[in-house]
């Protein structure tokens, strides 16, 4: 590995060894997986008998709920939908299908127990969970800075537009819209944000209002639904794993598929993206969070 200054940073370059090694990992590590996910659907195809228990995993974009995903997806017996999936009005859309249709999908899945991961349907949390008996819901959330950052290097500026095109219905009808008018406003409340300047204030104040709204909504009095940090998933993804397990009631496997599981990280000392005032305002949003996270 070679380091090196440029431009006043630090540089750091892994040596062609490395990458080699470093490619092939991540080669054989996908093949596994396509192998896993391959044998697990033939094992799901034969089986025909109504599922009963089922994990509705929601909270704000760039907060590990993908990870919590692909965690799920080791356990032989979990049939996991991802935001793009059979439960989707379209291959291309994250917007569902009518939830009669939701329903009868997730029942028929043919596994032990289904996963569902669906951001924009986080509002509606407590009515799906009211029409899948047996089921639970995960809320995963994260520090609003590392969040942001990350927002900011996969969007950019184009986060509203990505979310109007992927959630919006075959009709153009798009259940975020107003959503989306409170965040610009609340943005421009708090930091004198305006339209064409710098987007950090806006994903500050979606993470701010899709997070506060678990409050909200009532979600922290429901108790189905259980708070994850993103703490909590990356330092013990098992111990995590296996409370989810125990809460939708259906055991830990007798073996799990290896899973490489990200890091662990503190909070970030990093500059902050965000004006004093909304990084107040979002960190006691966290810390009411985490107190909620203790409780449940």
């Known amino acids: 590995m070679h380091v090196g200054a440029s431009s006043g940073q630090i540089v750091v370059q892994q040596s062609l060894p490395q990458r080699v090694v470093r490619s092939a990992r991540y080669r054989a590590t996908n093949l596994a997986w396509r192998l896993f996910e391959g044998a697990k659907r033939g094992a799901h195809r034969g089986v025909v008998k109504t ?8 909270g704000c974009q760039r907060s590990g709920t993908t990870h919590m995903e692909r965690l799920f997806r080791a356990d032989p017996r979990s049939c996991v939908f991802s935001e793009f999936s059979a439960l989707s009005v379209a291959p291309d859309k994250t917007a569902w299908q009518p939830l009669d249709d939701v329903v009868s999908i997730l029942q028929s899945s043919g596994g032990g127990y289904s996963v569902a991961r669906s951001l924009f349907s986080s509002h509606r949390s407590a009515e799906i969970l009211d029409a899948l008996p047996g089921s639970i819901g995960v809320w995963v959330y994260r520090d609003a800075g590392p969040v942001v950052r990350s927002m900011l290097r996969k969007w950019d500026g184009d986060f509203r537009a990505v979310s109007q095109r992927v959630e919006s219905l075959p009709d153009g009808s798009w259940d975020l819209s107003d959503f989306w008018d409170q965040v ?15 987007m950090a204030a806006v994903y500050a104040a979606f993470w701010y209002l ?19 940090s993103y703490e909590t998933l990356t330092r013990d993804p098992r111990q995590a794993l296996e409370f989810l397990w125990g809460k939708l009631g259906v055991g830990n496997p007798p073996a799990t598929f290896p899973t490489q599981t990200r890091q662990p990280t503190a909070r970030s000392d990093r500059a902050s993206p965000l004006s004093p005032e909304f990084r107040h305002l979002c960190d006691d949003l966290y810390e009411r969070l985490r107190a909620a996270e203790a409780s449940k």
């Open 184 to 198: 610009e406003s609340f943005a421009a409340k708090h930091s004198g944000w305006s339209a064409g300047s710098d």
């Open 51 to 58: 599922t009963d228990r089922h994990m509705l995993i929601v």
């Open 210 to 228: 899709r997070n506060q709204s678990f409050f909200d909504l009532g979600l922290d009095r429901d108790p189905r639904i259980t708070l994850v």
